[in-house]
């Protein structure tokens, strides 16, 4: 993906880290690409449709969930449309190897109305993504690029000359259409029908596109696929009539008609949800779909070879690997321990601090999504009787905080309940479960070069906040509990700061520390 974005001259890639999508961005930047973090996929997808008006090539990184805060500003984007390309990139998470849920992010395609591509493999993924920066400039609109776990995280021989010519990307340069661009009600309704109308040359495009290959095989099975899904089917059924697609939206109907009576029995074999099924039975094209009980997990050879025989009995349990579980030596175990004995009723949030929900802590009662725990540890304050309500306290690390904790600060100052909160946020310096990425706090870019940072306690001061304290929580034993229990107590809102770094990410801080610092040093001896 990264060598593919260099080629196609994208001016800006930017995201927020998330399996499997983080490394897009991670090695865009080692090749010399311009990358950078956003605190949420909200504002990542809106400085890339900003770069995008400016006339610049640009792509958005964001694993599946994440697609889920960009979803506002995605949606109106089909309608303005974009002079130059701009692609997201969705790594869906079948399994849930590291996610909260497993959507199938192809619904998002069909709902918003933007033209979704799938690649199958590396060599894909390379030539899939310079056919969608071409269907972008085409028409004007943004490009869904959807990728799974099992296409990021795998590797395969890839070919690097170019299948397609792809013009050079012009000079970036802003060319003023305030009726495109502004989507009061007088101008977004002329633009959904412009919309409609791209869609329905795409899907003519479609028809006759390249990345849509169809293979002859035996005339008693036809299977049609797309994604990783077809590469497992083509191993189990190598000689069976073969329809893979890469144009997932809109389909190409004709084609797959014709493919569909062109066999006997025509099976569609895809991960997820039956969205390629459902929406091929409902154009009246006859195919079987598999049985529901595979649309949970991954797909692999053995599980299509059951779903080619409508094989419905009961699947051998999945071998139970060994638990996740908070690294022996963090620094921050003493803050589950601290809601263990004190019985607190902990509203929790994404990150390597939900692993505090499992023993020997069982200290996380909730776990939704980026920064809810704030607002759930709220809402769960304003309706409890206050002898529960006393208890509840929430907990969220430094990124994720960045991320979506502001808000919920906001809203803790606004709406404060009568019992008060206790909001604690585990800093430990970085991104810690998608592999140490950089962050908003911890003022370094994506290449580790100093920039700005948010001052968590300065920002919680300046909300009206009283009550910050900021702790590390291995300088003095039992100090963060005796404070937690005495913020609780006075019955008021509170946030309470454990900073103390990453084990893992600790070596790494202190190089990049020392190296900003003696950077600086060279600078002040220069005279600068």
Sequence with gaps: MALAMKSAGITL????????????????????????????????????????????????????????????????????????????????????????????????????????IEPSDSQEAHDFFLHAVAVSERWHIPVLFRMTTRVCHSKTIVNTGLRQELAAPAPPAYVRSIMERVMIPA???????????????????????????????????????????????????????????????????????????????????????????????????????????????????????????????????????????????????????????????????????????LPPFEAMDTCVSMGASITVGLGLRHVLPREQAVKVASVIGDSTFAHSGLSGLVEMVYNPPATGHVVVIVDNGTTAMTGQQEHPGTGRTLDHEPTGKLVFEDIARAMGIKEVHVIDPLKEEGEFARLLAETLAKEQPAVLITRRACLLAAARIRAYEQRALQGKEACNADGK
Excluded at 321 to 331: D, F, H, I, S
């Design 13 to 116: 890639g930017t995201g927020y880290p998330g399996t499997p999508s983080t490394e897009i961005l991670e090695n865009f930047s080692a090749r010399g690409g311009r990358a950078q973090w956003a605190p949420n996929e909200k504002v990542a997808f809106e400085v890339a449709l900003g770069a995008a008006y400016g006339g610049a090539r640009s792509v958005v990184t964001m694993k599946h969930v994440g697609v889920n805060v960009a979803a506002d500003p995605l949606f109106t984007a089909a309608y303005t449309g974009v002079p130059a390309a701009l692609i997201l990139i969705s790594a869906d998470d079948p399994g849930m190897a590291s996610s909260q849920n497993e959507q199938d992010n192809r619904h998002y395609a069909v709902a918003a109305g933007l033209p979704m």
């Design 187 to 357: 101008y977004a309704r002329p633009a959904h029908r412009k919309l409609r109308q791209k869609l329905a040359e795409i899907a003519k495009s479609n028809e006759t596109s390249p990345l849509n290959t169809r293979t002859s095989g035996v005339r008693t099975l036809g299977i049609i696929s797309s994604g990783i899904a077809a590469m497992h089917a083509r191993e189990v059924a190598p000689d069976a009539s073969f329809l893979k697609l890469g144009t997932t939206y809109p389909l190409p109907m004709r084609i797959i008609r014709d493919f569909a009576e062109s066999v006997d029995r025509c099976v569609v074999v895809e991960e997820g949800d039956p969205y390629l099924a459902d929406s091929i039975r409902a154009a009246g094209v006859p195919v079987h779909a598999k049985p529901d009980m595979y649309r949970f997990g991954e797909l692999n050879v053995g599980r299509v070879k059951r779903i080619l025989a409508n094989d419905t009995s009961p699947e051998e349990p999945v071998p139970s690997g060994k638990p996740p579980q908070l690294c022996k030596g963090c620094p921050h175990r003493v803050v589950f321990e601290a809601f263990r004995d004190l019985g607190c009723i902990v509203a929790g949030d994404i990150g390597c601090y939900t692993l505090g929900v």
